[in-house]
């Protein structure tokens, strides 16, 4: 149980155009979403909080134009990386929580996007 | 603010050895902590937490982690280590009571050699 899949696993794009990216909880609704990103060798850095039907909690530093992130339901968030340029290569994971579970957040495998 | 520090970027350790990956927390009031691993171009795999209970906490794989509100430290362990526990390991502390977010440690290398 507890599953979470994301979509694509990794993903090219020209500068300038738009990706985005889906956070599915497979197996369970997830009442809250995080989106995190992460360089090689380091650890996550958090991007935002997503909960369904309202708008995403955006951490100091993040542009909230730039990543777009939609929960439309309690199994699904997309994070949209408008305008992309090569400095958003990167590797992004989402994760889930449900009420419940006991606090530990469920992963995604992550998308490699790389912008040329 | 809630922290947690992981002092080691890489442990190596041979096949068969017991293992233990350091953690240390600060935070304002009990915490909740809890260690991931995360293998390469992967999403991180939870592997277990403290919440309240015993000291000692026992998770995925054969790993148990110790609760030392003393030392502040959350260390993570096993008896023997296998090749295949290679990875990257992080620690983490939820950030708030009235919150999910989670803040983690800069991770740990996990080498295990043969």
């Known amino acids: 149980g507890a599953v979470v899949s994301q979509h694509p696993s990794w993903v090219i794009c020209k500068s300038g155009t738009s990706v985005k990216i889906e956070c599915r909880s497979l197996d369970f609704q997830a009442t809250t979403m995080f989106w995190y990103r992460q360089f090689p060798k380091q650890s996550l850095m958090l991007m935002a909080t997503?909960?369904?039907?309202?708008?995403?909690?955006?951490e100091q530093g993040v542009e909230k134009d730039k990543f777009l992130i939609n929960h439309a339901s309690l199994t699904l968030s997309t994070l949209t990386v408008t305008s992309a340029h090569p400095e958003d290569s990167s590797f992004y994971i989402c994760?889930?929580?449900?009420?419940?579970?006991?606090?530990?957040?469920?992963f995604g495998p992550g998308t490699r996007l790389t912008v040329t | 603010a809630q922290s947690v520090a992981q002092p080691e970027d890489q442990v190596n350790v041979a096949e068969g050895n017991p293992l233990t990956v350091k953690c240390t927390y600060s935070?304002?009031?009990?915490?909740?902590l809890f260690w991931y691993v995360q293998y390469p171009n992967r999403g991180l795999q939870f592997l277990l937490k403290?919440?309240?209970?015993?000291?000692l906490v026992k998770g995925s794989y054969g790993f148990e982690a110790e609760f030392n509100k003393s030392q502040t430290s959350f260390h993570l362990k096993k008896p023997s280590a296998l090749v295949s526990d290679s990875a990257l390991y992080f620690c983490a502390v939820r950030a708030l009571y009235n919150t999910d977010k989670l803040i983690f440690g800069t991770g740990t290398r996990l080498q295990v050699f043969p």
């Open positions: 935070v304002s009031g009990n915490p909740y």
């Open positions: 403290y919440i309240t209970g015993d000291n």
């Open positions: 997503s909960n369904e039907g309202s708008k995403a909690t955006y």
């Open positions: 994760s889930a929580v449900t009420t419940g579970t006991g606090y530990e957040q469920y």
